[in-house]
């Protein structure tokens, strides 16, 4: 029998997990889940329903795994705790600060439960976390690098768009490849925050607005732009959509380390992803992950798991002997 | 307690893994086995003994895990199985082709003596399968592609170095640019043996050899080299020693697949590795995972593994809490 999941929260990243799930012939959708009233969301599986949050506790027999598409800031760490005593879990939780804390009230809630929750899963929180710790763990002496992009921070967009006489805005960061080929050439510099990464900002201001004060608006902004060298350029709605419509993004991590007697040798070890759309990747990474839920929980596991405490096998849907004859 | 590790077998690989084991403070060397007169070999770290073979199951309760650091051809077949009786065991096997058997043969062994086994650890078979595991699981409408070099391949070395007239030589495997580029741009092509790899061929004929013989010799050997574009270059011994010296190797693993409703997106995941010393990474991989042996063993597993089987916080000397606090 196929893995029955449910999605919880239906935006860009519910969508995406959703598109996942048609990809992958051992898993089956049951039920979206929404906070809107349910009778004005469409979801692209015919036969689905969609229901109100509430209706969840009721199809807790239905569904194996619950996978979570709210947000970080207030959704998910309210959410994830809450669902795991009903459900197993799998969530994309990326404030990287809060990971310890979520984690504590996620394992305390799925072991209360006898569920699996498996939190922080997508590609940063996730597939680079992964690899900066087998980098790390195979080169002790060396130097981690992480760059993001090219690709459009939903964030610094949203800084943007709250400044006065900004209609629209779209903000990509983009690692500096000057940086990106010192680190390559195994010269392991020491990056300030302006030598790592740029900010390009297309932004479609208001009818008579004052462009000069809002690029020196956005260019001083603490904490989002004023470490970074940033380009501002204003266009029109139109160009906006025709242009920048997408949600790319993806990165590279990389650790550059010694090996030999006296350190005499170096490696390089790069990770690389180039995304054309950012919830529709991390939603394909939480699928294989819910995979893993399921069978965790099968086993007779409990608790909150990252992807750090996950064996590589139990997210492929093929068996462990077809695995080694194939793939290893 | 540190972990107590055994190296079998004091080659290329063996040097890389007792250099390894320098750099990570929670493991300790305990002594270093031999086929050759215990005499004759000198290691680098001072007051570890070097022992014949023969004497090594006489330490089987000093030493927490075994390092095997012989070839897949002949010794591992018979060494690892040997050996899993006594002790919880890390092996590099890599003959492909081999493996299901090879991981029957440990696993019963293993199983026989109350261990944990871990074979075919390295970068391919390794950390490349990782990669083609994980990518492929996220990515199920995809396509795999794994490119090698540019790196020294000892195989086609030593085919070289077998002909009538030569001295000595060194094979470069080459990845072709363009071929890569095609794969990074999304295309997804497919690709012959030829248009992958190129082969760059530095040999030190005997004096008065027939160079054009060795070079239709090399160009035309089946399985070899008669299916890539090779390129042979005659040089001095002075000139080999001098530019020729090292065993650099690595390579790239890429899944270039698709997404949403109508495979509309589409993403590359791309692993990649330049490695100065091909012994000394594989070792500082095959250390890694004899750190994950020895807490399997801990817990009370025992058996044959695979990369694939082992989470990967198994390989980290940092606990999942600190792991969870800083690498998420």
Aim: with cysteine.
């Amino acid at each position: 029998m196929s893995i029955q999941i449910g999605i919880y929260g239906y935006g860009n990243l519910g969508r995406g997990v959703e598109c996942a799930i048609r990809q992958n012939p051992d898993m089956e959708l049951v039920a979206v889940f929404t906070r809107r009233p349910p009778e004005t969301v469409t979801i692209l599986t015919e036969g689905v329903p969609v229901y109100p949050v509430e209706k969840a506790a009721e199809l807790k027999d239905r569904i194996d795994v619950m996978i979570l598409c709210g947000g970080s800031a207030t959704d998910l760490p309210v959410q994830t705790p809450a669902l795991a005593r009903d459900f197993n879990v799998v969530d994309s939780f990326d404030t990287h600060a809060r990971i310890p804390e979520h984690f504590a009230n996620v394992d305390e809630a799925a072991r209360a439960g006898g569920h699996v929750g498996i939190i922080s899963v997508g590609w940063d929180p996730g597939m680079f976390s992964l690899n900066r710790m087998y980098a790390g763990a195979i080169l002790p002496e060396g130097k981690d690098y992480t760059f993001w992009g090219k690709g459009v921070s939903q964030g610094h967009s949203d800084a943007i768009r709250r400044l006065p006489g900004v209609k629209n805005a779209k903000q990509y960061t983009v690692p500096v490849e000057a940086a990106l080929n010192a680190v390559r050439a195994g010269e392991c510099p020491e990056l300030s925050t302006r030598e790592k990464h740029t900010r390009d900002c297309y932004v479609v201001a208001e009818e008579g607005a004052d462009l000069v004060a809002i690029e020196e608006a956005i260019k001083t902004m603490p904490n989002y732009f004023a470490d970074y060298d940033t380009t501002v350029h204003f266009i029109s709605e139109e160009e906006l959509k025709r242009d920048h419509s997408g949600i790319p993004h993806g990165g590279v991590v990389l650790r550059s380390g010694k090996t030999g007697w006296n350190g005499e040798n170096t490696h390089l070890i790069e990770y690389k992803l180039a995304l054309d759309s950012n919830p529709e990747f991390t939603a394909s990474v939480i699928v294989a992950y819910a995979r893993a839920a399921a069978r965790l929980a099968c086993e007779g596991q409990v608790g909150c798991k990252t992807v750090l405490d996950i064996a590589p096998a139990y997210l492929s849907p093929k068996s462990p002997e077809e695995l080694r004859a194939t793939l290893l």
